[in-house]
């Protein structure tokens, strides 16, 4: 039933394309391209993405993107905004090494198995799967232990959904806090 909604889904939308990139950014050569927001674009296809090799921070959130492929080589990225998309899997984003912060809020991840893939990520700090205000979120947030789990299944995490994770940095955090309440 799944694969055929995502066929269904794969053959309407927007793709980007060179024109795109380029009508966007201004740019003309696509290496060139450091920082792009297509966001509300109605982008179902990521196209031509994965030649902006030299891209840091992307803005895909409000679109209809299911699959990530083409991301997979965007090895400078660091700021990835994926909210209010369409997707199931994140494996492509195993080769995204530089990832520092990565919104997933508003998509269709059921399972903290289907995060296992960024394990690898060494540098990634701040990870959204839930967003209240923006009312977005993923099935697997329904579970109350899904932030306790995925702050052990990625160490690294300096902050979960915005909110600060229990830790070393957390504990400096909140004795600052006390110290300048108490002044």
Known sequence: EEEEEEEEEEGSGVCVTPALLKACTGEFSLESILLLRLRGRGIAHLGCLADCSNLEWLDLSGNS??????????????????AGNRVASVEPLRGCRNLRQLNLA????????????LQGLRHLESLRLRDPLARLANPLCASPAYRAALAAMLPGLKAIDGQRVAGRGSELFRLCRELDAAL
Do not use: E
Request: hydrophobic share 55%; charged share 15%.
């Open 65 to 82: 993107i299911a699959a990530l492929a083409p991301l997979a080589t965007l090895r400078a990225l660091a700021v990835l905004n994926l």
């Open 106 to 117: 508003g998509n269709r991840l059921r399972s903290l198995r289907q995060l296992r893939c």
